[in-house]
């Protein structure tokens, strides 16, 4: 069985620039959120997707967009980058539109923005 | 609004020195408390699901209890390997959304 895989799993960027983070789903879930990780911080949910469908956002502006695709890997994206945004971006999976709230994380991709 | 607080930060223990880690929590509503283990450079790994007060669960020497304010993970006799950041997650919504502490790390000397 395969677990979540994420990448890149490191890059930098300027501020102003935009990226994209990917992320492949742990097999037969069909349900993935995505969390930011400051330094010494726990996880803060930025949103989830259920069949394509983002049905679950945190206080992240909308810069912070996402994808999820018909095989339920998903993206995140990342407009107008800023410093703040230095972080590391989990992505989990889960079954059956994560009603259970276990959640399966990848190692994530750690962003640094300068 | 829905809050975790982990105590204490930080815990130092030698080796064989039984301990506890504290999360209280504020919610309406809960629909899970979820503690994971985080070592450095990883995602977050499950460890364990409660949903009312007075369960427990039990995993090799970790223990996890809750009541209706707080969640208590039990480290027996702890070993350098136990040695890691321990999140503490509530559930609140119908998604999967966790809410998470700040996590607590803990160090084990040989």
């Known amino acids: 069985e395969t677990g979540v895989t994420q990448s890149p799993t490191h890059l930098i960027k300027t501020r102003g620039q935009q990226v994209t983070l990917r992320c492949s789903s742990q097999s037969g879930h069909n349900t993935v959120s995505w969390y930011q990780q400051a330094l010494g911080q726990g996880p803060q949910f930025i949103f989830q997707y259920y069949r394509e469908e983002e049905n679950g956002r945190g206080n992240f502006p909308p810069r912070f967009s996402g994808l999820q695709f018909p095989n339920y890997s998903s993206e995140l994206n990342v407009n107008a980058l800023e410093l703040d945004d230095s972080a590391l971006y989990l992505c989990?999976?889960?079954?059956?539109?994560?009603?259970?709230?276990?959640?399966?994380f990848g190692e994530g991709s750690r962003l640094t923005v300068l | 609004e829905d809050q975790v607080t982990q105590s204490p930060e930080a815990l130092r223990l030698q080796e064989g020195e039984s301990s506890s880690l504290n999360c209280s929590y504020t919610v309406s509503g809960l629909r899970g408390l979820f503690w994971y283990r985080q070592d450095p450079g990883k995602g977050p790994e499950f460890l364990f699901t409660l949903y009312s007060a007075g369960e427990e669960k039990e995993k090799e020497r970790l223990k996890a209890t809750l009541t209706k304010k707080e969640s208590f993970l039990h480290i027996t006799a702890p070993k350098p390997e136990d040695s890691a950041t321990y999140l503490c997650?509530?559930?609140?919504?119908?998604?999967?959304?966790?809410?998470f502490g700040k996590g607590i790390t803990l160090s084990v000397r040989p």
């Open positions: 997650a509530l559930r609140a919504g119908a998604n999967s959304k966790l809410t």
């Open positions: 989990a999976s889960s079954p059956t539109g994560g009603n259970t709230g276990e959640l399966f």
